[in-house]
Nanobody
Framework: QVQLVESGGGLVQAGGSLRLSCAVSGGTFSSYIMGWFRQAQGKEREFVAAIAWSGGSTNYADSVKGRFTISRDNTKNTAYLRMNSLKPEDTAVYYC?????????????????WGQGTQVTISS
């Protein structure tokens, strides 16, 4: 059974930084596309970033380009999301997701494995 566990969320001031981690167990992490999504209160879950199994390709939502960086360490079965220059509108529950494949999917329905989410709150 594949399990994803996020950590690293919290409360920070606007302009600050956070690094989220997603630890994966029970599967072949190095074969997964990994994605980060977020869901603000009252809104639909939206794509943030995705990374290929090798780490060689990444994709970002326009709203986070230049501020967020997705990465992975296949030796630790962990994906990361480094978030800089945080804004109040980045406030949401952040979820990591995984699937086998080569395409950097951006729709939640394309991912079969999900973590429980971690809250990120940015104060103004």
């Amino acid at each position: 059974q594949v399990q994803l566990v996020e950590s690293g969320g919290g409360l920070v001031q606007a302009g600050g930084s956070l690094r989220l981690s997603c630890a994966v167990s029970g599967g072949t992490f190095s074969s997964y596309i990994m994605g980060w999504f977020r869901q603000a209160q009252g809104k639909e879950r939206e794509f943030v970033a995705a990374i290929a199994w090798s780490g060689g390709s990444t994709n970002y939502a326009d709203s986070v380009k230049g501020r967020f960086t997705i990465s992975r360490d296949n030796t630790k079965n962990t994906a990361y999301l480094r978030m800089n220059s945080l804004k109040p509108e980045d406030t949401a529950v952040y979820y990591c997701a995984g699937r086998i494949g080569s395409h950097l999917y951006t729709l939640p329905r394309e991912y079969g494995y999900w973590g429980q989410g971690t809250q990120v709150t940015i104060s103004s």
